[in-house]
């Protein structure tokens, strides 16, 4: 069966961001995400998610690798000086190259 | 008078969480809780709405919108010339609390009724009325601080933190609620009583259960909030509460409308304020302002301001 080659970009950061990454995602061109509520903790400390402002959030978004480039940098520049961020791209291959 | 049970919930949670259990609820169960008690707490103002004459309550209303914007102005000179605090985490704590905590205002009408002050319903009207000015007024301040230095943040246009402050759950469920309950009046919301009134008491004990594993958590940022914070997470609401009580006198409020006035004033949100900073002022330091309102505030409002607020209430108004 034949394969693509795409970048999987995963954000984890805080539920506040949420809605703000996803239309940045569309905006560059990414045209669809996965959104899972995670816990866990960085140099900073913990975030439980045991309430509100305690959220946290990983956002998944396969796309093509100038998409995500320019999805990280934007995330990078926009967000990483003030919000608990922590994001990586990995290669993946899919089978519907006109969906990613 | 016995310990009220709703504060025993509180403290083992705390104990809980300082004993290191694995005693944890699920995040979903904590937001079904907070959907209820805020609906709860609505409904019932909103009956009372349908059969109090409006004009009245017009005078109340305006007071506690103005305390809820008058509380960060008072309190930003405070946190940056006294405790020499950055515009960000200055203005983000002085939001903090000139919004208010929801639960704080369930626990004193509950300890009202236990006084024999029966609170009027129509009090949660307030709760709604003073979640927004101070946290736009905070944000507003905090901007001015750092005017040009404003920085990367999810809603540096006002639309946008508007949006979520005012469409914030806290304000759409407790709105919602006054809004069927006014529009229903109470003999066509009898129907649901057993679930909103008569539960409502078991509700509040299990999200203070709840609290205070949350609250217990935050220990730990008391010891980068430092002693002067922490005196100030502990004197403010107590004059903060003293305003609030004066206000209600001057209106002529019942003793349970001082008392109840007096605790919204002194009590600092933890719901609506830390999502809205979070996207306005993204350089202050959550640990700070969550710490300080959860950690410290209200604990201390419920075990120790609470009563005094209910004192204040009997005696100036009674």
Redesign the interface.
């Known amino acids: 069966m034949d394969t693509h080659d795409r970048r999987l970009l995963t954000i984890i950061t ?1 539920a ?2 949420e ?2 990454l996803i239309a940045d995602c569309r905006r560059f061109g990414a045209q669809g995400y996965t959104v899972l ?1 995670v816990r866990g903790g960085g140099l900073h ?1 913990d975030r ?8 946290s959030i990983e956002l998944q978004v396969v796309c093509a690798a100038d998409v995500a480039d320019r999805i990280a940098e934007h995330v990078l ?3 990483a ?3 608990a961020v922590s994001l990586y791209l990995s290669d993946v291959k899919v089978f519907r190259a006109q969906k990613y | 008078m016995s310990l009220d049970p709703v504060i025993l919930f509180f403290l083992l949670g705390v104990l809980a969480r300082v004993a290191r259990s694995d005693l ?2 699920p ?1 979903a169960l ?1 937001e079904a809780l907070s959907i209820y008690l805020l609906l709860a707490i609505g409904l019932k103002g909103g009956a009372q709405l349908a059969v109090q004459p409006l004009a009245t309550l017009w005078p109340v209303a305006l007071a506690a919108i103005a305390l809820s914007a008058v509380v960060p102005l008072l309190l930003f000179p405070v946190l940056r010339a006294g405790l020499r605090l950055g515009p960000a985490d200055a203005g983000s704590i002085a939001a903090h609390y000139g919004s208010v905590s929801v639960v704080t205002f369930a626990v004193s009408q509950s300890a009202l009724s236990r006084a024999g002050l029966e609170p009027e319903s129509w009090l949660a009207m307030l709760v709604a009325l003073m979640e927004a000015p101070g946290i736009v007024v905070g944000v507003m301040l905090a901007r001015r601080g750092l005017a040009g230095n404003s ?4 809603a540096r246009r006002w639309p946008v933190l508007l949006h979520e402050v005012v469409f914030g759950k806290a304000v759409v469920l407790l709105l919602g609620g006054i809004a069927i309950g006014w529009i229903a009046g109470p003999a066509a919301l009898a129907p649901i009583d057993p679930l909103f009134v008569g539960l409502f008491k078991g509700v509040l004990a299990l999200f203070l259960l ?1 609290l205070g ?2 609250a217990g ?1 935050r220990l ?1 940022d008391l010891r980068r909030v430092g002693p002067r914070l922490l005196a100030f997470g502990v004197l403010v609401p107590p004059v903060l509460g003293v305003l609030g009580a004066a206000t209600g006198v001057l209106l002529g409020m019942s003793a349970a409308g001082v008392a109840t006035l007096a605790t919204l004033t002194a009590s600092a949100s ?2 609506a304020a ?2 809205a900073m ?2 306005a002022v ?2 202050a330091d ?2 700070l302002s ?1 710490g300080l309102a959860l950690g410290v505030t209200f604990p201390f409002n419920v075990l120790v301001g609470i009563p005094l607020y209910v004192e204040l209430g009997r005696r100036w108004a009674g």
């Not at chain 1, 439980?48 to 959220?55: F, Y």
């Not at chain 2, 920085?151 to 999810?154: A, H, K, R, S």
Request: charged residues 25%; without cysteine.
């Open positions: 805080e506040a961001l809605r703000a509520d400390g439980e998610g045991a309430w509100e402002a305690d959220r520049a926009q967000y000086a003030h919000y | 944890r609820l995040e904590y920085g990367p943040g999810v709840e594993l949350v958590g730990g933890y719901i830390p999502t979070r996207i993204p350089q959550p640990s969550i």
